[in-house]
């Protein structure tokens, strides 16, 4: 039982905190008369160019250090190396396709600027962006494997 605590306050930590509370936050701006009615529109756009994959990024960055940590044990070292290799280059390249993603959204936001501008202002918000619906995928398939990575290194 104390194992699964454990593992649930590091899940706490290392994964929801640095997902969900920049953007759990954000509703807090509802209690203001100021920002009651924008609180929507505020967590959109604080997701729809992609920056959530600046967290995706740590958390590979964070399941590659548990990885490499583990190699070092003497116990199954073949076997640790060779799934050790599999995990790192599994988050090598979600850090590869997240940089790729956060220079496209940064392009487009951009580019957009304008658009945007416009679209704040309105209050209907439409359908979310490609970018933004990826990164928050992305972010889910991460703290899974970043999680998985942390149970096989412990």
Request: charged share 15%; hydrophobic share 60%; aromatic share 8%.
């Amino acid at each position: 039982m104390m194992e699964f605590f454990k593992i649930l306050a590091w899940v706490l930590l290392n994964v929801a905190v640095p997902l969900l509370a920049p953007i759990a936050l954000l509703p807090l701006l509802g209690v203001s008369e100021e920002y009651r009615n924008d609180v929507r529109k505020l967590v959109r756009r604080s997701l729809q160019d992609g920056q959530l994959l600046w967290t995706v990024i740590a958390m590979c960055a964070a399941a590659c250090y548990e990885a490499v940590g583990h190699v070092a044990t003497v116990e199954y070292f073949q076997i640790s190396k060779a799934i050790a290799s599999l995990i790192i280059a599994w988050h090598v390249v979600i850090i590869v396709v997240s940089s790729v993603l956060v220079l496209v959204g940064a392009l487009d936001a951009a580019r957009n600027e304008r658009h945007r501008a416009a679209q704040q202002v309105s209050k209907v918000v439409g359908k979310p962006p490609r970018i933004m619906v990826l990164s928050i995928w992305l972010s889910a398939i991460t703290a899974f494997t970043y999680l998985v990575t942390h149970i096989w290194a412990n």
